[in-house]
């Protein structure tokens, strides 16, 4: 059984960094193939991607968000960690991290973890 | 603005059919990639219901289908349930400046 979990602050003030963790267990990151991502949903708004990281250590980010992202994993501990510099209000979102296999579907979504920014 | 264009909304009543829409281009859909539908329960985390432009995931009823043609997909749900009620996105993969991974920009399914 897949589940994903996320975990971090649920309140950041405007230009401090965000660290969040996913916490996996169901698969491993180091089984060929298998991706982890990071997607973004403001409230009322569509899903954004942000960042993957897949088996082999490879990581692609959004281009708009590459400046201001770091995505890692730590494959003993089963999880991967995303951080966002230089937060803003807008940035304001539930973050979900969820996983599949390379360039396909996502499979598993966390429950995702409600991010606000403000002062 | 989405890469992937969605509907912002469809409605239908109990038991009729909707079609909800997904248009992409030649860096995206256009370009060879699957595309994939997300259903998203209020309140909760999107959830698969369609893979690789028409494969349902174990559990998914039969009343969802999906299809894929040149830049475009769809989205199809017939008999429609009162618990269809939801927002639904489509997925892809694309080439351009836009990104890796794309998303629409979501369609609020209302049954009336």
């Known amino acids: 059984q897949v589940t994903l979990r996320e975990s971090g602050p649920a309140l950041v003030k405007p230009t401090q960094t965000l660290t969040l963790t996913c916490t996996f267990s169901?698969?491993?990151?180091?089984?060929?193939?298998?991706?982890v991502s990071w997607i973004r949903q403001p409230p009322g708004k569509a899903l954004e991607w942000l960042a993957l990281?897949?088996?082999?250590?490879?990581?692609y980010y959004s281009k708009s968000l590459k400046t201001r992202l770091t995505i890692s994993k730590d494959t003993s501990k089963n999880q991967v960690v995303l951080t966002m510099t230089n937060m803003d209000p807008v940035d304001t979102a539930t973050y979900y991290c969820?996983?599949?296999?390379?360039?396909?579907?996502?499979?598993?979504w966390g429950q995702g973890t409600l991010v606000t920014v403000s002062s | 603005q989405s890469v992937l264009t969605q509907p912002p909304s469809v409605s239908g009543a109990p038991g009729q059919r909707v079609t909800i829409s997904c248009t992409g281009s030649?860096?995206?859909?256009?370009?060879?990639?699957?595309v994939h539908w997300y259903q998203q329960l209020p309140g909760t985390a999107p959830k698969l219901l369609i893979y690789a432009n028409s494969n349902r995931p174990s559990g998914v009823p039969d009343r969802f289908s999906g299809s894929k043609s040149g830049t475009s997909a769809s989205l199809a749900i017939t008999g429609l349930q009162a618990e269809d009620e939801a927002d639904y996105f489509c997925q892809s993969y694309d080439t351009s400046l836009s990104g890796y991974v794309v998303f629409g920009g979501g369609t609020k399914l209302t049954v009336l």
């Open positions: 990281i897949d088996w082999d250590d490879d990581k």
């Open positions: 169901g698969f491993s990151l180091s089984t060929s193939g298998m991706c």
């Open positions: 969820a996983t599949g296999n390379w360039g396909s579907q996502f499979d598993y």
């Open positions: 030649s860096s995206n859909i256009g370009a060879g990639y699957d």
